[in-house]
């Protein structure tokens, strides 16, 4: 293996020194006065995002793994047919909700094997055993310890067919590169951590987010002017291209927080009158990115890089959550959607760290929950569609067919009833308006884009995270408005720290604390 032996490093050693250690997360950090953290037993029978997405929070079927349909479907949408294997795929979930891989299987004409898997345990298997799948449905940031293995290939961007479709904020930082008033966030913000210089020949400056031992990641964008770095052209070779992504914060009680989403600052996490309320995620990087925006606009730290913070920064951070633990303000640190669904159905929590599903299925449920919408910017994530250097030739040609189907618009209008975007949501609009929305269970409409996307009211009641007709109420709106708007302010993006190791190190402290 070259890489990582390269630079002296053992990939397993290197996996389990990053706290990668298990199929389902990491261990147990027990305390009495909080959720204790799950068992890989117990964590298989919940939901993490991955597994939101397959069940529908409702414990719908698992992946159905029937059939292949080649033909008709496969031809219309130009794709080759001589590959007519299984297509092996690694995942979160995110890209397969229910419905999904029959309609992808139907429309390909090959099938697909979906394992999946939890953030720690995608980027384990991509190290130690990359010969195992043929496609990595990965977060952009994981690409930081994966990529200087040389377990994976290029992807190569002119192959994506809806690559001049796609929102300019992966490339550029900003959906519209011209608004000044935008902000990119700190951190790996895909623009950062998208492009590669595989033979040294692109000019462009490496990223200078993730570990010292990146030597092809590159960044095309100059941030200070604006403008490509050069005047080069953009690379061809990327990591993989973004699918879905989204913008994270906050979920809050509003019926006990009586503020509107845009005034619920992130400082919320650590306001003592939520004492024994609060909850975060198990996880250092989201919950200390979290955390370092809310003792940043409190005005107790500041940091130079919200999404690669140094190990000054990291103790700073450490010793105020420490001290908020002792004081009591945490009544939880949660590890799986459910965890984060029953926290606050049962009013354990009044605001925590949550993901938008949670919050629209507690919404369906008549939870009077809302999402914040802070000030300061939301945390953005990206998703990294990879392909291992082992795949070539017709499954290769498979890969790259399965990548440009993502953006067909199916898988789009499916996860939009989640409430995340596709990287190409700006032409979702006209497929729903085709014949092919009648796919749909039920049929996708404009008024549902009209709800996610354009932040409209909803003009009915209209279908969501379960697919029942009711989920979304007649007059409601999405919290945080449009997709423009939503999009408009990043505070930072989930991201991999130079100071990993201690990161985790220092967290681990910070909850056996």
């Not at 925006?293 to 951070?317: H, R, S, Y």
């Not at 404009?446 to 409209?456: I, L, T």
């Amino acid at each position: 293996m070259s890489g990582l032996d390269d630079l002296g490093y053992d990939p397993q050693e290197y996996a389990d020194q990053l706290g990668y250690t298990d199929e389902l997360g990491r261990g147990d950090h027990s305390d009495p006065n909080l959720v204790r953290a799950e068992t890989p037993e117990e964590r298989r029978r919940g939901l993490t995002r991955r597994e939101l997405l397959v069940k529908g929070g409702l414990g719908a079927a698992a992946l159905s793994t029937a059939g292949s349909f080649a033909g008709p479907a496969a031809a219309k949408l130009g794709r080759k047919e001589a590959f007519t294997g299984t297509l092996n795929v690694i995942s979160l979930g995110v890209e397969w909700p229910t419905g999904a891989q029959a309609q992808a299987e139907k429309d390909l004409g090959f099938k697909f094997n979906v394992q999946l898997l939890s953030t720690n345990a995608e980027v384990q298997k991509s190290i130690t055993a990359p010969d195992s799948f043929d496609v990595g449905g990965l977060y952009n940031y994981q690409m930081f310890p994966i990529w200087p293995t040389g377990n994976f290939q290029p992807v190569d961007r002119t192959k994506i067919t809806a690559w001049n479709d796609f929102y300019k904020v992966f490339t550029t930082g900003k959906v519209n590169p011209s608004d000044k008033t935008a902000t990119a966030g700190q951190g790996d913000a895909p623009f950062r951590v998208l492009f590669l210089d595989v033979d040294g020949s692109t000019g462009l400056p490496k990223t200078k987010e993730g570990p010292t031992n990146n030597k092809q990641i590159v960044q095309w964008w100059d941030e200070a002017k604006n403008a490509p770095f050069g005047g080069k052209p953009q690379p061809k070779w990327i990591l993989g291209p973004p699918a879905h992504f989204n913008m994270d914060s906050m979920g809050y009680n509003g019926d006990v927080i009586k503020k509107a989403p845009n005034q619920v600052h992130w400082g919320e996490l650590l306001n003592p009158a939520w004492k024994g309320r609060v909850a975060l995620l198990n996880d250092p990087g989201i919950a200390m990115e979290d955390a370092g925006n809310a003792v940043k606009q409190l005005g107790l730290m500041k940091f130079g890089d919200l999404g690669n913070m140094t190990k000054p920064e990291i103790d700073g951070l450490i010793k105020l959550l420490i001290s908020y633990k002792k004081k009591k303000q945490f009544r939880a640190f949660w590890s799986t959607f459910n965890e984060s669904v029953k926290l606050m159905s049962s009013k354990e929590v009044v605001i925590e760290s949550m993901w938008s599903p949670a919050v629209a299925l507690l919404t369906a449920q008549g939870v009077p929950v809302r999402y914040a919408f802070p000030p300061e910017g939301m945390r953005g994530w990206c998703s990294c569609q990879a392909i291992p250097k082992h795949v070539t030739g017709d499954k290769l040609d498979a890969a790259y067919n399965y990548l440009n189907w993502m953006y067909d618009g199916f898988l789009g209008a499916l996860i939009m009833r989640q409430g995340y975007y596709v990287a190409n949501g700006a032409k979702l609009l006209s497929w729903i308006g085709s014949s092919k929305a009648s796919e749909g269970k039920p049929p996708f409409t404009a008024d549902e884009f009209n709800f996610w996307y354009n932040g409209k009211p909803a003009p009915k009641d209209l279908p969501g995270i379960t697919g029942h007709v009711g989920d979304i109420k007649k007059g409601s709106t999405r919290d945080g408005g449009s997709f423009l708007k939503r999009s408009h302010h990043y505070s930072s993006w989930n991201s991999f720290f130079k100071e990993n190791v201690y990161q985790v190190k220092r967290f681990n402290d910070f909850l056996s604390a």
